[in-house]
């Protein structure tokens, strides 16, 4: 009688001390449906995959490797120089004037130290090869800071074609 009632408890409790374990992972079964039970590369865990060689963002190149200066990839049609329109008035002319010449609603707010807010209808700024103004507007020009959280890359050339057509019809 006592047997029975031993075995009996016996069954009913192994599932209840099973599942505690289970629970309380003093018994770890590895099911496969545990996300960590997969090959993956943690937060900042090495190693890291470099891009392949000469690889190229999508939205093109900053600026190359080798220090050289960037070619304008963007032909100065007249849309582009329409969007370069609407890209210059909002993200230069605060500084630079609609016109160019520096003297936008900000730039009164130059003070020595800082340098003025360049004109860019200067004859040398005239002869700078669109990739140098490009890599102003990206990186930034000591006064001047870096818009490239801004403008994509395809923007920046559209603002530099805009801006080579008002540099053509100021004098
Ligand atoms: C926050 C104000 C500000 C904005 C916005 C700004 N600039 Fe400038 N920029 C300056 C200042 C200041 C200088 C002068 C930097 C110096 O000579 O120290 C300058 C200089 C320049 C120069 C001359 C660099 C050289 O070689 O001397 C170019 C070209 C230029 N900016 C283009 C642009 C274009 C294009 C945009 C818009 C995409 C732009 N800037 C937006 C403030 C600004």
Request: charged share 25%; aromatic share 8%.
């Amino acid at each position: 009688m006592t047997r029975r009632i031993l075995i009996t408890l016996a069954i009913l409790i192994t599932p209840l001390v099973l599942g505690l374990a289970l629970t309380y992972e003093k018994l770890k079964v590895d099911f496969p449906s545990f996300m960590e039970n997969q090959p993956s590369v943690g937060y900042r865990e090495g190693p890291r995959l470099l891009p392949a060689e000469g690889a190229v963002p999508i939205t093109g190149v900053e600026s190359p490797p080798d220090g050289s200066l960037p070619e304008n990839p963007v032909a100065a049609t007249q849309d582009s120089i329409e969007r370069g329109k609407v890209y210059f008035d909002i993200h230069c002319a605060v500084c630079h004037g609609e016109d160019a010449k520096g003297d936008g609603p900000v730039a009164a707010y130059f003070k020595p130290p800082a340098s003025d807010v360049a004109d860019l209808t200067d004859e040398r700024i005239r002869k700078e090869e669109d990739g140098l103004i490009y890599l102003t507007i990206t990186k930034g020009f000591q006064g001047m800071p870096s818009l490239a959280e801004n403008l994509t890359p395809a923007e920046r050339w559209d603002a530099i074609n805009y801006l080579r057509t008002i540099q053509r019809s100021s004098n």
